[in-house]
């Protein structure tokens, strides 16, 4: 159901329709303008976000249909604007973009969208959005994957499935910009685990799935997947010794190895970086 949010925003890309990039230009900026005057003065900034973004990416979907354009751009711009107007307040960045994801994700849901497009669309747009913001990439697409393992929990789908397309996302997201990717994998892949873990899912099959996400799309892109594999197995074993126990030797076994036909191996930790990998 669209409320009063997400009907200024399914307005505003109705009557922008006519042009792409004025489209993108005008959702984004407006988003961005009722994060800011929404999360003004609220202390459970990532509550409120998840509230506020079920309802403009509902709005966003809606007028998506109307207007028939894909998803995936709706998502892409309303996560960018989540970003850009919650970093005007200069203050709980990573809440609000946890709560952007679990609320774009629920909502999409709601609307019966399919959830690992929008899922891999929010990575995406989160590190769009970190283009004039105070927080690393690295920071914002573990963040928002966080957001996104736990939101398809709840709605009862595949956490298995969601890891994959967080890290595939992720890789869609930095391979146009200059951020190192090898470090955005590995974040990534240890966000996913560590949020399996508080949900009490498999961490093995999450470890696993986002492994091989890194393989299948490096090899789409025409990257290393030997190197990209490492990343993820990297982040892998870094959420491994925070978990500890049981549950760590599952992901340390979980995260080496052969996997998709790649002798995968963990490297050192990952620093960041500008420069793309």
Do not use: W, Y
């Not at 998502?75 to 990573?94: C, P, Q």
């Amino acid at each position: 159901m669209v409320g009063n949010i997400g009907e200024k925003i399914r307005h505003t890309i109705t009557e922008a329709s006519k042009d792409v990039k004025t489209m993108a230009t005008k959702t984004v900026g407006t988003v961005a303008d009722i994060i800011e005057s929404g999360l003004e003065g609220t202390r459970d900034v990532l509550v409120k976000t998840e509230r506020m973004t079920a309802d403009i990416i509902s709005g966003a979907l809606k007028a998506a249909e109307q207007v028939q354009t894909d998803a995936t751009s709706a998502v892409v711009n309303v996560m960018d604007g989540v970003i850009k107007g919650s970093g005007r307040l200069g203050h709980s960045l990573g809440d609000s973009i946890r709560g952007s994801a679990q609320g774009i994700i629920k909502g999409a849901s709601e609307a019966q969208c399919d959830t690992s497009v929008v899922t891999r669309s929010a990575i995406v747009g989160a590190i769009k959005g970190t283009s004039e913001i105070a927080i690393s990439a690295e920071d914002a697409a573990s963040e928002a994957s966080t957001g996104a393992i736990h939101a398809i929990k709840e709605v009862g789908g595949d956490v298995g499935q969601a890891a994959k397309d967080t890290i595939s996302g992720a890789i869609g997201g930095v391979a146009a910009t200059s951020v190192e990717l090898s470090g955005v994998v590995s974040k990534v892949t240890k966000a996913n685990i560590l949020a399996a873990q508080e949900m009490g899912e498999d961490v093995g099959n999450v470890t696993t799935r986002s492994v091989e996400a890194a393989i299948e799309r490096s090899r789409d892109l025409g990257i290393s997947a030997e190197r990209l594999a490492t990343a993820a197995a990297t982040g892998a074993i870094e959420a491994a010794d925070e978990i500890g126990d049981e549950a760590g030797e599952k992901v340390r076994r979980a995260a080496t190895g052969t996997i998709s036909g790649i002798k995968v191996v963990a490297g050192e930790p990952f620093r960041k970086s500008k420069g793309k990998s």
